[in-house]
């Protein structure tokens, strides 16, 4: 439901009180039919995408098959990946095709809802640390906002998740965290593999996919999408990250070697995988989490569905044992999980610049 408020200029309105306040998100401002970008959302000229740092060759992120898991080939090309790009899709995952549909049909009916019933959910208001809907990525901390408004839910107990969550997507998100465990764990089995860590114990799965996080994404259609971004540059802190993207597109991660932008396409019934932080600090730096970011879109409405799979809160992360054990050098020293995420969710955006956290 569009807000009561039609205007064409924000300057009456007070746009951190609209927006995060009164819980109408980006998703009320650009349902007031503004003409031009309010300039809390104008980003720095160097964080604005330039097409002329686009990657002209669009077909390097890859996209494997997911048949027949125990290929050699499909594990080899998983692990490849993981090192050269730090993103790779998977297509005939296992995931059934019902379940992913379902869950962006869930994450448009839930911002559908009217403010006050999504501003429940809101850091202020929820009843759980659990639940949060908020916009941009951290309000008080970003000179710039982002345009793209969220709701997370890190996953405590089934019993939680029926009780607390959204009922509009509730059950929706649900199974798709669940049809994607299977997933998860043969991608890490594989990852753990090309490190020679034949052994995957219950220490290990707890440090590798112990917790998990799903994200409601939502990034409207924006006035002026040369002035801002939907996600600005950043890596995620996730052991690994799927994402679910609709077919509108905007996912860009920087190519290692060159430092340009390579577009993720869209594929129809494909999960983007990428590694996270918690990931590469892990295997001490074989894989790598890349930067990557979301570009606004002037014609549509775009969503997206990422799980994040965490180490638990308490985990201490490190390199792996085997492999300081086979002669590596750490080239990261052993941080508290929840201390390494609490670093990240307390400043904007800044490309890599978390990891130097966990740097020796």
């Known amino acids: 439901m569009a807000p009561s408020i039609s205007i064409t200029n924000t300057k009456s309105l007070n746009i951190m009180d609209f927006v995060v306040n009164k819980g109408h998100g980006v998703k009320g401002l650009a349902e007031l039919g503004l003409k031009t970008l309010p300039h809390q959302y104008i980003q720095p000229p160097q964080e604005r995408f330039d097409s002329s740092n686009e990657e002209p060759n669009q077909d390097s992120i890859p996209v494997i098959d997911m048949s027949n898991w125990d290929d050699l080939n499909v594990a080899k090309a998983i692990c490849d990946a993981a090192s050269k790009w730090g993103f790779f899709q998977i297509v005939n995952h296992g995931v059934p095709i019902h379940v992913l549909d379902d869950v962006k049909d869930a994450t ?67 199974e798709y965290i669940k049809s994607s465990e299977l997933v998860v764990k043969k991608l890490l089995k594989i990852l753990m593999n090309g490190l020679n860590v034949k052994e995957v114990d219950e220490a290990k799965e707890s440090k590798l996919m112990g917790s998990k996080r799903i994200n409601l994404n939502y990034y409207p259609k924006c006035p002026n999408p040369e002035l801002t971004v939907g996600v600005g540059r950043h890596s995620d802190v996730s052991t690994l990250t799927i994402l679910l993207q609709d077919e509108i597109g905007g996912l860009y991660v920087r190519n290692m070697a060159t430092m340009k932008w390579i577009h993720v396409p869209p594929v129809s019934g494909s999960l983007v995988i990428n590694v996270g932080d918690a990931l590469q600090i892990i295997s001490n730096g074989k894989y790598k989490s890349v930067e990557h970011r979301v570009s606004a879109n002037g014609s549509s409405n775009r969503i997206s569905v990422p799980i994040f ?52």
């Not at 300081?324 to 020293?333: Q, T």
């Open 108 to 174: 448009r009916k839930f911002f559908a809802l009217p403010a006050e019933e999504k501003l429940k959910f809101s850091k202020e208001k929820s009843v759980t640390n659990s639940i949060r809907f908020g916009t941009s990525f951290t309000p008080e901390a970003e000179k710039a906002l982002e345009w793209k408004d969220y709701l997370s839910l890190f996953f405590v107990s089934d019993d939680e998740a029926e009780t607390l969550w959204p009922s509009v997507c509730r059950n929706q998100a649900l």
């Open 309 to 360: 799979v965490n180490p638990r809160p308490s985990d201490v992360i490190g390199p792996l044992q085997e492999l300081v054990d086979s002669g590596e050098k750490p080239l990261y020293k052993n941080v508290v999980y929840s201390d390494y995420v609490k670093h990240f969710f307390r400043k904007a955006h800044d490309g890599k610049a978390t990891i130097d956290f966990a740097k020796v």
